[in-house]
């Protein structure tokens, strides 16, 4: 039994059961227009370069893996300080801040005129973000204990969704309109759109901590979460997970262009090979964020992990395009499980006063591997050439298959303990 809570910490507000599930398919929706609003630039970015004074091939590939990873990288040391915000000001608030900043940053970077301002507008960028933790913090905190599995899988599913529309959405705007700088335009309205919905449509249950700010501090939490046997195997975990999925966008674009030549529709292609991924992970993450109620998070992340590794292998020696789209679809069907179910089992874990707090902290790992990822797939592109980076990425992801059959505990595969 949850020892109760302290005098002034006012127990957490749980919504009742019709105003929950209205939260969740909310913030759905609100997700999956951001997510897809992100990824629009995906297949633009690379290909944006030379309209930033960057023309040789390898430097493309440094610094198209440099600017996906410098906004991640900022982000990482930030995040716990917004996720203890979001303990004491609420998660709704720290959604608009994310979101307006991110919507006027990314206005800054389609009116760069260099890759240098590119650049600094990504990192401030990173300095204000954390939109996906504070939606998934919101969620956790007002769904029932049994139910995090299903919302967080649904959450995900918004998020895919975005994912699996957004590219293709990118590249034709680019190919149709013939500019590489409209499409973040259209991306900046979007995420304004989205911040317009949350602030008018989303409601949260919640009961800001009173006093004490030594208590609800960024070290307490790190010493709650070390002395953790389950919630510090977790943070590994995310970080590699994320590495894995980011080490290879940089060069997705590229690698088609390697395939197919510099044909018309290049950006569309490039796309294309984004969004099948997300249409696999769309397939398989509400069944199996579903499901990890059930059968347990630990053996989903350990299928997962599998199945994505397996997939992941067969990229490098691709050599149609279709075939290498194939590809991309059977790691989407596995790659989406791995972080609605870990993000269950860190909200299990965690005391749910402090779920803002240990989300900013997991929130890093998660950044720190979206700017490892593509920073290392932009370096062993340029140094080993560009078939390199999916066997580095099924490295990874056995390397984190193993970490976690050892790592975390077997406990875990009970998830209604």
């Not at 990288?73 to 303990?87: E, Q, Y």
């Not at 050599?319 to 089992?345: C, D, Q």
Request: charged share 10%; net charge positive.
């Amino acid at each position: 039994m949850d020892a109760p809570p302290a005098p002034d910490t006012p127990p957490l507000i749980r919504p009742g059961p019709q105003e929950w599930q209205r939260t969740l398919w909310v913030m759905m929706g609100i997700q999956l227009i951001m997510t897809l609003s992100f990824t629009v630039l995906s297949p633009i970015m690379p290909l944006f370069l030379p309209d930033l004074g960057v023309r040789d091939p390898a430097a493309i590939d440094l610094w198209t893996g440099i600017l996906n990873g410098v906004t991640a990288f900022v982000a990482a040391f930030v995040s716990p300080l917004w996720g203890r915000l979001s303990d004491r000001k609420g998660r709704k608030l720290m959604l608009l801040r994310s979101g307006v900043a991110i919507s006027f940053f990314t206005v800054l970077m389609g009116l760069s005129l260099n890759v240098w301002q590119f650049f600094a507008a990504r990192a401030l960028m990173g300095a204000f973000a954390g939109f996906s933790a504070s939606a998934i913090t919101l969620v956790a905190t007002q769904v029932p204990e049994d139910r995090l599995g299903f919302a967080l899988g649904w959450l995900s599913t918004g998020q895919l969704v975005g994912g699996l529309v957004g590219p293709v959405v990118g590249g034709l705007i680019a190919d149709i309109t013939g500019s590489y700088r409209i499409p973040f335009f259209v991306t900046s309205f979007l995420t304004a759109s989205a911040c317009l919905l949350a602030w008018v449509l989303v409601r949260e249950n919640f009961a800001a901590q009173q006093g004490g700010r030594k208590r609800d501090s960024t070290f307490r939490a790190l010493r709650m979460v070390a002395a953790s046997g389950g919630l510090l195997p977790l943070f590994l975990v995310l970080l590699f997970a994320q590495f894995a999925v980011r080490t290879v966008q940089p060069v997705v674009t590229l690698y088609v262009q390697a395939l197919v030549g510099n044909v018309p529709n290049l950006a569309t292609l490039g796309g294309i090979a984004f969004s099948v991924t997300g249409l696999g992970d769309v397939i398989a993450s509400p069944f199996l964020g579903k499901r990890s109620d059930r059968l347990g998070y630990r053996r989903v992340l350990l299928i997962c992990l599998a199945g994505a590794a397996l997939f992941s292998v067969p990229q490098a020696f691709a050599h149609t395009y279709w075939e290498f789209v194939v590809e991309r679809f059977g790691v989407g069907m596995f790659i989406g499980g791995i972080l609605p179910t870990a993000n269950a089992l860190v909200g299990r874990l965690a005391p749910a006063d402090q779920r803002g707090t240990v989300y900013g902290l997991t929130a890093s790992a998660t950044f720190l591997g979206n700017s490892l990822g593509p920073l290392t797939g932009g370096g062993v592109a340029a140094t080993l050439g560009l078939r390199w980076v999916f066997l580095v990425t099924a490295g990874v992801l056995v390397a984190n298959l193993i970490w976690v059959a050892i790592a975390v505990p077997r406990s875990a595969d009970r998830p209604g303990r």
